[in-house]
């Protein structure tokens, strides 16, 4: 079945970096929409970044743009999101999602076929 499995969360300082994974199976990758979302507790799921099934279009929610960077190689069914100059307010579970039609834009207006089980970021200040 569909699986989507995040790694790569941890402890970090505040102004520091962390790498996130996201591996996916038993989906057809090359043609999938791919994205991150972040929820806070008390605090409602919040869109974080997407990209289409080529890479070749992006979206970044207004809090992390030019703080973040979205990419994929679909030769390893891989998507990443390198998280630099982190703040005490990124701390949230961070969830990897996929849409199949393909369009970056569907994964920004949360339109979500599959979701990952999250990775703890924590950024202490």
């Known amino acids: 079945q569909e699986q989507l499995v995040e790694s790569g969360g941890g402890l970090v300082q505040a102004g520091g970096s962390l790498r996130l994974s996201c591996a996916a199976s038993?989906?057809?990758?090359?043609?999938?929409?791919m994205g991150w979302f972040r929820q806070a507790p008390g605090k409602e799921r919040e869109f974080v970044a997407a990209?289409?099934?080529?890479?070749?279009?992006?979206y970044y929610a207004d809090s992390v743009k030019g703080r973040f960077t979205i990419s994929r190689d679909n030769a390893r069914n891989m998507v990443y999101l390198q998280m630099r100059s982190l703040k005490p307010e990124d701390t949230a579970v961070y969830l990897c999602?996929?849409?199949?039609?393909?369009?970056?834009?569907?994964?920004?207006?949360?339109?979500?076929?599959?979701w990952g089980q999250g990775t703890q970021v924590t950024v202490s200040s």
């Open positions: 990209i289409n099934w080529s890479g070749a279009t992006t």
């Open positions: 999602a996929a849409d199949r039609t393909g369009q970056a834009i569907g994964v920004m207006r949360s339109r979500i076929d599959y």
């Open positions: 038993g989906l057809t990758f090359k043609s999938t929409a």
